[in-house]
């Protein structure tokens, strides 16, 4: 039923992924199929710019690739059945591209607890749910 799990994480927070990649692993085991571990960073303000080095996004980039490589080696899933991504962009926007683009039957995410804050300007779990194409399980911590 789910043989292609989107798992989008927070490399500033990756507690918080624990329990989504273990759902996904239990899921992506128990249906055969494969994890992507996707991490998104965020667009560089233009104000910013001048003040960071020439090669600041490809610097990012890389460090993000890095931490999903060692966050999906200890995540207990089979290395043929586990890759990674990072993105660039808007997180809600971002996610559901990669989610169309595996062609993804389930993401798996975790969210923080709703506040105040995030009645009136959302989620991105919200947005996620709201706008995804395939089904969306959102693990509380």
Same mark, same amino acid.
């Given at each position: 039923m789910f043989k292609s799990i989107l798992v989008p994480i927070d490399l500033a927070d990756t507690e918080l992924a624990k329990p989504a990649i273990a759902t996904a692993a239990m899921l992506s085991q128990t249906w055969n199929g494969s994890v992507r571990l996707l991490n998104v960073l965020p667009m560089t303000p233009v104000m910013l710019a001048e003040y960071v080095p020439a090669d600041f996004d490809a610097q990012?980039?890389? +460090? @993000?690739?890095?931490?999903? +490589?060692? &966050?999906?080696?200890?995540? #207990?899933?089979?290395? @043929?059945?586990? @890759? +990674?991504?990072?993105?660039? #962009? #808007?997180?809600?926007?971002?996610?559901?591209?990669?989610?169309?683009?595996?062609?993804?039957?389930?993401?798996? %995410?975790? @969210?923080?607890?709703?506040? %105040?804050? +995030?009645?009136?300007?959302? /989620?991105?779990? #919200?947005?996620? &749910?709201?706008?995804?194409?395939? /089904?969306?399980l959102v693990v509380r911590h």
């Amino acid at each position: 039923m789910f043989k292609s799990i989107l798992v989008p994480i927070d490399l500033a927070d990756t507690e918080l992924a624990k329990p989504a990649i273990a759902t996904a692993a239990m899921l992506s085991q128990t249906w055969n199929g494969s994890v992507r571990l996707l991490n998104v960073l965020p667009m560089t303000p233009v104000m910013l710019a001048e003040y960071v080095p020439a090669d600041f996004d490809a610097q990012q980039r890389a +460090t @993000s690739e890095e931490a999903l +490589t060692i &966050v999906a080696k200890e995540s #207990g899933i089979e290395a @043929s059945r586990i @890759s +990674t991504a990072v993105r660039q #962009g #808007g997180i809600y926007h971002e996610i559901l591209q990669e989610a169309a683009a595996i062609k993804a039957d389930l993401i798996v %995410m975790t @969210s923080h607890r709703p506040a %105040m804050r +995030t009645y009136f300007l959302g /989620s991105n779990a #919200g947005h996620v &749910v709201r706008y995804a194409r395939c /089904s969306v399980l959102v693990v509380r911590h």
